[in-house]
């Protein structure tokens, strides 16, 4: 059976460093999620647009996430 996939929603996140645990002396790393991205859009344009959200950030980036979601239907 083929099952085909359709991307319908997409979600972009970008983990920032808040802090160091004073404990541990580790990372502390906060997500800042940014939902509705344009399903659409290509990796290019949403990496673009998550460098410029990173550079209006106080706390340092760590990493970009784009997080796609897929409706799977049997085909």
């Known amino acids: 059976m083929a099952v085909d996939a359709t991307k319908y929603d997409s979600d972009l996140v970008l983990k920032v460093q808040t802090g160091t645990d004073p404990g541990t ?3 502390v790393v906060k997500l800042r999620r940014y939902t509705r ?3 659409e859009a ?3 344009a949403v990496y673009a647009v998550a460098e ?3 550079g ?3 706390h340092p ?3 970009i996430t784009r997080q796609d979601d897929l409706r799977l239907e049997a085909g």
């Open 61 to 63: 980036l760590v990493e």
């Open 52 to 54: 410029a959200i990173a």
């Open 42 to 44: 290509t990796h290019d």
């Open 25 to 27: 002396g580790d990372p």
């Open 37 to 39: 991205v344009k399903p």
């Open 56 to 58: 209006l950030q106080v």
